[in-house]
């Protein structure tokens, strides 16, 4: 599925994997979460080789994913959806004030005021999507990878998505961005790196990489033929 592909994500850095449907991009995420077993090469962290062969590995090592569709409990809490598998104790027992108390706290940071004691299903895929973040920064992720975040957002819904996002990179932590919006990759990301059949074609700062030629890059095409159908779909 994946053949000599490299990729580097640097802190602080927002970076789009792009490439069309069975480029790729799913299974390197899966590879990197450990929801898939690599055959070869290595994947380093802060200089250091690391192997997940689990989510909760990738978790522990620092890497959190934030799907499309939301991967958490609905039936839960907010609360414990943010602290579930590893809820604070207090003589022995869960400590559900204190869970409750830094469930609050985690959400105002990302300006997300509600009342955690309420079932994930009480709200909408915008606030479940904070609150898995609010999750990812809590275990202390280095690296967020955003799966399609926006695909069932509005406009002002996707801005204030972006506005968590620049903030987590102003903390340094590296984000790995998947859309299929051109013009929210241009908005929101600094690299990118695309992907066509299982291999690596290249990366390219978005400032220097015009769209028209993104396009020709994903499906394989030369630069002059993609102007040529932009011309006929005008």
């Not at 926006?150 to 002002?156: F, I, M, P, Y």
């Not at 620049?166 to 932590?173: D, V």
């Amino acid at each position: 599925a994946l053949s000599n592909v490299d990729f580097t994500l640097h802190a602080g850095e927002i970076h789009s994997l792009m490439g069309e449907n069975g480029a790729g991009k799913s299974t390197l995420v899966k590879v990197l979460t450990g929801v898939y077993p690599r055959d070869g090469g290595t994947v380093r962290l802060n200089g250091e080789e690391i192997n997940p062969r689990t989510p909760k590995e990738a978790q522990e090592c620092g890497i959190s994913t934030v799907y499309q569709e939301v991967n958490l409990c609905t039936n839960l809490t907010v609360a414990e959806n943010i602290f579930i598998g590893r809820e604070p104790k207090k003589y022995g027992l869960i400590d559900w004030k204190e869970i409750n108390r830094r469930s609050k706290e985690l959400l105002k940071k990302l300006s997300v005021d509600i009342d955690v004691t309420k079932s994930l299903d009480h709200y909408p895929v915008a606030i479940q999507q904070m609150v898995a973040i609010a999750r990812a920064v809590d275990v202390d992720a280095k690296i967020l990878i955003l799966d399609e975040p926006t695909s069932s957002l509005d406009e002002g819904e996707t801005a204030r998505l972006f506005k968590i996002v620049r903030q987590l990179q102003q903390r340094g932590m590296g984000i790995i961005f998947i859309s299929h919006f051109l013009e929210q990759i241009y908005e929101i990301c600094d690299h990118i790196t695309i992907l066509r059949n299982g291999e690596l074609v290249g990366a390219y700062e978005v400032a220097k990489l015009p769209r028209l030629e993104l396009i020709a890059k994903m499906v394989g095409k030369d630069l002059n033929d993609v102007k040529d159908m932009d011309k006929m779909a005008e």
